[in-house]
């Protein structure tokens, strides 16, 4: 059994409360009448069995105060559904960070130290459902801390709940910048925001030594993609590239055939350079199945999420080859962090070890969430709410992942982003040349010579 904090606490408290009570009343009719005996027994035999119990699951022996208590993190995490692939590695990334925190010894907090666990709920990839379930987490689980969903539309509703009953949350998986001009002072996200997704290709892209000229930019309508394709909009017109198309499309459409139709020629008659999709991953891959189908072969394809999931190129195998896109993280980085993890390539490791697979960047900056609320809690030397919340404000670290640092607003907006690529079926580093790992390859061949 494990308590939080603050049940084990109040229950703790009123154990021994009670114990007090019956001991006294106990005594006092051994000492005024033998008839009364046999009645308060069974309850002192209760308390006897109960006490040590209970206290032993609230992390401490007795009346100890020595004992290493539990702080619990909640989350609301897509287990089921269109985003179930990130949501997760999302898990999987907090879970880790816990694992090691633990071996670890805990989080040493004033004289104090806790050991972490994460209470996690499936929101089956609804928005509406996830808020329900941060209040749940926070009302009747009781958890000290909130980490935050996978995914932007999930992550807006949340932090509305999260400010309502000021509880810190720290994200990881939602870029929009409309989470943050809500001027909540309990949410704080440590990847990069948004325009960055677009702006780490485009750059990659236009460095090369042909680069492309034309481009078409598509995007499901929700937050995170819309802010995404805007960015990369007014990029590329600012960079001297032709924007030949841009379109919208439903979230997790599962038919983009119309969109792409249009793309066929739009470009003079035929398809242009590159074609950027702002999305997730299910939609990034229905479009190169059907852009297959349809004979679309761009010099370059582009995608804000999927490429880097390790799903992505097992699905497509060699029609997932040339394809490029933006990550937070990749193993390639070369931060020296200050955390537990130190280094992307001891996390990297420990995390195969774990789960026997790579890590994506959704796993990583999930983890870093961890990180982000371990430092904070160290430095504020309190479990408090809002001594945390304000220790976050002040938060300026080092991390296997990258620097945190949050604006007035809550964003990491001074971590840079990569630029991937999938060569022979694995992820690799091509941009900037500073963390690359290999070389961009460019054009891509036509669908079938790959």
């Given amino acids: 059994m494990s308590l939080s904090v603050r049940s084990c606490s109040s229950l703790a408290s009123h154990l021994r409360s009670q114990w007090r009570t019956v001991a ?74 816990a694992e090691q925190v633990n071996a670890a010894g805990g989080i040493k907090v004033g004289d104090k ?39 932007s539309a999930a ?32 949410i704080f996200g440590v990847l990069s925001p948004s325009p960055e997704y677009a702006g780490a290709m485009i750059k990659a892209a236009l460095a090369l030594p042909n680069p492309p000229k034309t481009i078409a930019i598509i995007n499901a309508n ?20 032709d924007v030949v198309y841009s379109q919208s499309y439903p979230a997790n459409a599962t038919d983009l055939s119309g ?44 995608f804000t999420v999927g490429p880097a999931l390790p799903d992505f ?13 933006s990550s937070q993280w990749t193993p390639q980085v070369k931060y020296q962090g200050e955390d537990l993890f130190g280094t992307a390539a001891k996390y990297e490791q420990l995390y195969k070890a774990k789960y026997n697979a790579e890590p994506s960047y959704q796993a990583a900056e999930s983890t870093a969430c961890g990180l982000a609320f371990q430092s904070a809690l160290q430095k504020a030397g309190s479990t408090d709410p809002q001594k945390v919340r304000d220790a976050l404000k002040g938060l300026d670290i080092t991390t296997f992942f990258g620097p945190i640092k949050f604006s007035a607003s809550g964003e990491n907006d001074t971590k840079p982003m990569v630029t991937i690529q999938i060569q022979s ?21 036509p669908f079938g010579q790959r």
């Fill in 24 to 97: 006294q009343n106990a005594v006092h009719m051994v000492r005024g009448s033998r008839r009364n005996w046999r009645a308060p027994l069974p309850i002192v035999a209760m308390l006897v069995l109960i006490l040590p119990a209970a206290l032993a699951a609230c992390g401490g022996s007795g009346g100890a105060s020595s004992g290493s208590d539990t702080l619990v993190f909640g989350a609301p995490v897509s287990l089921t559904g269109s985003l179930s692939h990130e949501g997760t590695d999302t898990l999987n990334g907090y879970q880790l960070w």
């Fill in 222 to 241: 929700d937050s995170f993609s819309t802010e995404v394709a805007d960015a990369a909009k007014t990029l590329a017109a600012s960079s001297g590239m």
């Fill in 113 to 151: 130290t806790y050991k972490v666990k994460i209470k996690y709920y499936d929101d089956a990839s609804s928005a509406q459902k996830s808020a329900q379930l941060t209040k749940q987490l926070i009302t009747s689980d009781k958890v000290n801390f909130m980490l935050g969903p996978y995914g």
């Fill in 155 to 186: 992550t807006l509703t949340d932090e509305v709940i999260a400010q309502q009953y000021q509880i810190p949350m720290v994200e990881g998986n939602g870029a929009a910048q409309a989470i943050f001009k809500k001027n909540n002072p309990y």
């Fill in 313 to 325: 190129a097992t699905t497509l195998g060699g029609d997932a080859n040339f394809v490029i896109g």
């Fill in 259 to 302: 969109v792409l139709t249009q793309i066929k020629t739009s470009a003079s008659g035929g398809a242009p350079d590159m074609i950027v999709g702002s999305g997730h991953e299910g939609e990034a891959l229905t479009t190169l199945k059907q852009a297959k189908q349809l004979g679309i072969d761009p010099k370059l394809w582009a």
């Fill in 425 to 445: 079926g694995q992820v690799v580093t091509v941009y900037p040349s500073n963390v690359a790992n290999a070389t961009f390859q460019y054009p891509t061949p």
